[in-house]
């Protein structure tokens, strides 16, 4: 029996020294933490079910503010955490963040991100109002505090989303991993009744293919069938037997392309309604001056002058013009696309080529239609517009756009 005391003190004395090594932010709950240099005391706190994080909160509904402590271990010593709302889905892009890391001097700063894409991120206003935040760091915890103000009165429900990051650059902070703990780091938050909920797999899908659908018809539209018909209309009218072929193709390709180019805008404007607090201004306003120069651009048909009216060499101005502003806004308004939706490079790589080679086509074109024109002008010594086509410009149909 004597002999046996010691052993069992041994073994006591293992487990106790065993115990002290864990991290406090992996053996607490939220229910055991407390704040010695704020002295603050919040109503709620919740175990966030992923990335060893816990959320702590008060709000007072009267001026719909919202105070939280959130807290957690960054992925490595120099990282940095975050705490997000996001007010139109569940997941990272549209999430409105707190994110708190160690600046250049070595001292805790918060700062606020309007999380767009998954491209790099640029310090900016969020959706609500932080009246004040702040942030510390001891024993390879990070704790970030804030007082906001939420826009919308009475709404107590609210999509929260975490992170963790392993590193900061220039002032930045850099991507986190893509393990399952960080993809699932989100949730919805009750804030009266002190209640988080995991969000369900894939709950951001319906918002992501709304927004893969808008991309996919603006492509097809603007930045595709609008340069095709183009294409037609300035150098296959040249040919006597594509007369008058080319004319309904080329109506074809153009009003085919303003339907799903309308459907594309549409699908944008809704999207624009559910995305409160994000804006993507250029984007936007792009997309509205194409929507107006197509639709005028369409209407030329009824408005368009016989082909011996005074007024014809004025309207071919005004439809060319038109014709080429589209082509030029479309193209780039595909490009800003790419950059707000982030898909896989061979999307963006696959549009580039295709549209090369429509550019290497139309060049190619260009200098026939120069030929056959200039041939054409030995033998009659009409004018050498490479545009006019057939019989001089004066075949059975004029062209819609150039």
């Not at 491209?119 to 510390?136: C, D, F, M, Q």
């Not at 975490?162 to 850099?174: M, N």
């Not at 005074?310 to 038109?322: D, T």
Request: glycine share 8%; with cysteine.
């Amino acid at each position: 029996m004597a002999a046996s005391r010691p052993t069992l003190a041994s073994l006591l004395f293992l487990l106790l020294a065993v115990v002290s090594l864990i991290s406090p932010s992996q053996s607490a709950t939220c229910t055991s933490q407390t704040f010695t240099t704020t002295n603050k005391l919040y109503s709620f706190c919740n175990d966030l079910p992923s990335l060893n994080s816990y959320l702590h909160w008060s709000y007072d509904p009267t001026r719909s503010e919202l105070s939280v402590a959130f807290i957690a271990a960054p992925a490595r010593p120099d990282g940095w955490i975050s705490w997000a709302i996001n007010p139109t889905s569940t997941g990272m892009v549209g999430s409105q963040a707190l994110i708190a890391f160690k600046d250049s001097n070595g001292g805790m700063t918060v700062k606020t991100y309007n999380v767009t894409s998954y491209g790099p991120l640029t310090e900016s206003k969020v959706w609500y109002e932080v009246r004040n935040s702040s942030a510390e760091s001891s024993g390879g915890v990070m704790r970030l505090f804030a007082t906001v103000v939420l826009p919308q009165m009475g709404k107590t429900t609210l999509n929260q989303v975490w992170q963790v990051g392993p590193s900061v650059t220039g002032g930045v902070p850099d991507k986190h991993e893509f393990q399952p703990a960080n993809l699932n780091s989100k949730g919805s938050l009750d804030l009266l009744r002190g209640q988080s909920t995991v969000a369900p797999a894939g709950g951001g899908n319906s918002r992501a293919n709304k927004r893969n659908i808008h991309g996919i018809l603006n492509v097809v539209s603007w930045g595709i069938m609008f340069p095709v018909g183009i294409i037609i209309a300035r150098y296959v009218r040249v040919f006597p037997s594509a007369d008058p072929s080319w004319f309904y193709l080329h109506i074809f390709c153009q009003v085919s392309a303003y339907a799903i180019g309308v459907a594309g805008w549409g699908t944008g404007l809704k999207l624009g309604s559910e995305s409160k607090g994000i804006t993507y201004s250029t984007h936007r306003s792009i997309g509205i001056a194409l929507f107006t120069l197509a639709t005028v651009q369409i209407f030329a048909l009824l408005l368009r002058p016989k082909k011996d009216h005074k007024y014809r060499f004025y309207w071919n101005i005004y439809h060319h013009g038109f014709g080429y502003g589209i082509l030029i806004l479309g193209i780039i308004n595909v490009f800003k696309g790419f950059d707000i939706l982030q898909p896989q490079n061979k999307w963006k790589n696959a549009y580039i080529v295709l549209i090369s080679v429509l550019g290497i086509i139309a060049l190619l074109l260009e200098a026939i239609t120069w030929i056959i024109v200039l041939r054409r002008k030995k033998k009659s010594g009409n004018s050498t517009k490479p545009y006019e086509g057939f019989n001089n410009g004066h075949s059975r149909q004029e062209p819609l756009a150039p």
